[in-house]
């Protein structure tokens, strides 16, 4: 989800394209699907430069061997009816439409990441091809990856990618490493600042996440605030336990000060998938424990039988005053358990939920106070609206 400058509300889907409305809500959603131009119909994430909109997508149709789909796309966002280009990167001289984020940088330019991770959309989890960068004034393209920065980008499976303050910020998951008989090895945060990189891994300056041999983490978000502080959002196991966890293994948050990081762990909530800071200076998480790639109920996960539905707390958490509040089904309006994307609107300050399968969820800025209540409630000023994405027009 992104919210433009203009409050127009950009929303990426698994499997159905582009979608968009004005502010006011009051015309009816449009979009734009591969059929139109864009890369793909699975859509990763999504960036605001100026007048440009970038969009990425993760490939999901194979066919001969080969993806159909997936890439990069500028879309003009005073006519978004027709993408301007939908481009690859070709690593290791191979068009690879694995994009899973996309941030921009100040020169222009445009960084994407490349991977998917176990849980999440694309195929060939966990076996990424790092950071391209594409300059559109020269149509090229940089790229980096876990061998070329001796390891300052913590891993090849790229999640996603923020930009602030002058770094850019990107969180890795674990890959097949060449070098290690295609052993899975990495995973982290790395930052760059133009010209060096830094990594950190599980046990890194207190650095939280899932390691065994040479596997360092599998982190899904990194947000990188205006006010300069850093959140990875990830998860951790004991060593061994994973196979009888997965996916309620527990969900970490935290903090980099500038010289160490600080967790906080949830229990059982699967991963942290989305981290962003509000404009009162609030932190929100949301954690999923990933989709079934069938029917997906809107408590989530869904196995063969009632037991197998998510028996996670779910919901969002939002640090206040030091401490972390849980906001889920019981004790607010948030209709679904399995979180994507976090948003904030830049003019309202309204906190914006994309949800695997509950639709997306609007949490009011001027709300009452997150802290949980005693009772289930459906307070429409916690949550103000649930929206379910209709039959969209073009």
Same mark, same amino acid.
């Given at each position: ?20 409305? /004005?502010?006011?809500?009051? &015309? ?6 591969? #059929?139109? $131009? +864009? %890369? =793909?119909? !699975? *859509?990763? @994430? ?90 559109? /004034?020269?149509?090229?393209? &940089? ?6 920065? #001796?390891? $300052? +980008? %913590? =891993?090849? !499976? *790229?999640? @996603? ?26 995973g982290g945060v790395s ?78 909530? =699967? ?106 409630t459906r307070d429409p ?14």
């Amino acid at each position: 989800i992104a919210i433009d400058d203009g409050g127009v509300v950009w929303v990426g889907t698994r499997g159905d394209g582009l979608a968009w409305r /004005s502010p006011s809500g009051a &015309e009816e959603w449009q979009a734009l699907r591969i #059929s139109d $131009g +864009l %890369a =793909g119909d !699975t *859509v990763t @994430d999504i960036a605001v430069q100026d007048n440009l909109l970038w969009v990425t997508s993760t490939a999901t149709q194979l066919e001969d061997g080969m993806y159909l789909d997936g890439g990069l796309t500028a879309i003009d966002r005073t006519d978004p009816s027709a993408p301007l280009v939908t481009i690859r990167p070709e690593p290791n001289g191979r068009p690879n439409g694995q994009l899973s984020s996309v941030a921009v940088l100040p020169d222009g330019r445009i960084a994407v990441g490349i991977g998917a991770a176990a849980g999440g959309p694309g195929r060939e989890p966990h076996d990424g091809r790092g950071i391209a960068i594409y300059a559109p /004034s020269a149509e090229s393209w &940089e790229y980096f990856d876990y061998a070329w920065t #001796s390891g $300052g +980008l %913590a =891993g090849n !499976t *790229v999640m @996603d990618l923020s930009f602030s303050v002058g770094e850019l910020w990107a969180a890795t998951s674990y890959f097949r490493d060449s070098e290690r008989e295609l052993q899975p090895a990495g995973g982290g945060v790395s930052s760059w600042n133009g010209e060096t990189w830094s990594a950190w891994g599980a046990g890194d300056e207190g650095f939280t996440a899932y390691s065994e041999d040479f596997i360092r983490g599998d982190v899904r978000a990194v947000h990188a605030a205006p006010d300069g502080s850093i959140w990875a959002g990830t998860w951790h196991a004991d060593e061994g336990s994973l196979i009888g966890l997965w996916p309620f293994v527990d969900a970490v948050v935290q903090r980099f000060d500038g010289s160490r990081w600080h967790a906080e762990l949830f229990k059982g909530q =699967g991963w942290v998938s989305g981290v962003v800071v509000d404009t009162a200076g609030r932190t929100w998480a949301g954690t999923t424990r990933g989709h079934n790639q069938e029917a997906w109920p809107s408590r989530g996960v869904r196995g063969d039988d009632a037991e197998g539905y998510d028996r996670s707390d779910g919901g969002l958490r939002v640090l206040v005053d030091g401490d972390w509040h849980a906001l889920h089904e019981g004790n607010s309006g948030l209709g679904a358990r399995a979180l994507t994307v976090l948003a904030i609107d830049p003019t309202t300050g309204d906190l914006w939920v994309g949800s695997e399968s509950g639709g997306i969820l609007v949490r009011d800025a001027e709300g009452i106070s997150p802290t949980p209540a005693p009772l289930p409630t459906r307070d429409p000023s916690t949550i103000r609206a649930i929206i379910h994405l209709p039959t969209v027009s073009r």
